[in-house]
């Protein structure tokens, strides 16, 4: 049971490529979530899915796109990455939304 | 809106003494509350979570936290802080409603001297 795995754990990008973050879960939730933690501003959420197929907008979406096509797996994209989003990104799992959310290792992404 | 504040940026304390890390909410209907710990390059950890019931809830590694409702407070506590204890700590808060979604503080450094 390895609970919520992210891929990869770092990368560097030039300003204007673009790059898919992968989310895996192998505890059957039913809610993913993908933030971004930045120094002294805690984590923001990005987008969210309540379910294979679903997906939501968060607190700061812009930028960003994601897919939910298998319950397991939750990805994010961005189509043209800018220097306002080297950050960490985490994504997390809960079974309901009220329930714990359990976190992945996060991803360093470094933009330049 | 819902909102979070832990308004300690940093706290100190010596290993063996009692900590608290201080977090107050603003949340419409009932909260649900949760704290989490991050180690350096490490993800998010789950501590404890109050939903209903006592007051004080227990959680891993020793921890607890004091709901109060009248100060919107939920505070985290240990007795005797080890120097392994030092890390990152975040406050979060989900209203009630279905919807509803977590929010993050932004975070306390906690720091145990040995």
């Known amino acids: 049971n390895a609970g919520v795995t992210q891929t990869p754990k770092f990368r560097v990008l030039k300003t204007g490529q673009s790059m898919t973050l992968l989310c895996a879960q192998d505890?059957?939730?039913?809610?993913m979530y993908w933030y971004r933690q930045d120094p002294g501003m805690g984590l923001r959420l990005i987008h969210y899915?309540?379910?294979?197929?679903?997906?939501a907008k968060g607190e700061v979406p812009d930028g960003y796109n994601v897919s939910r096509l298998k319950k397991q797996n939750f990805l994010l994209g961005l189509e043209s990455a800018a220097p306002s989003q080297t950050s960490v990104y985490f994504c997390a799992s809960s079974q309901l939304v009220q329930e714990t959310q359990y976190f992945g290792p996060g991803t360093r992404l470094l933009v330049l | 809106a819902q909102s979070v504040a832990q308004p300690e940026d940093q706290v100190n304390v010596a290993e063996g003494n009692p900590l608290t890390v201080k977090c107050t909410y603003s949340v419409s209907g009932n909260p649900y509350l949760f704290w989490y710990v991050q180690y350096p390059n490490r993800g998010l950890q789950f501590l404890l979570k109050y939903i209903t019931g006592d007051n004080l809830v227990k959680g891993s590694y020793g921890f607890e936290a004091e709901f109060n409702k009248s100060q919107t407070s939920f505070h985290l506590k240990k007795p005797s802080a080890l120097v392994s204890d030092s890390a990152l700590y975040f406050c979060?808060?989900?209203?009630?409603?279905?919807?509803?979604?977590?929010?993050f503080g932004t975070g306390t450094l906690l720091a145990v001297q040995p």
């Open positions: 899915s309540v379910g294979e197929g679903t997906t």
């Open positions: 979060a808060v989900r209203g009630s409603g279905a919807t509803n979604k977590l929010i």
């Open positions: 505890m059957n939730h039913e809610y």
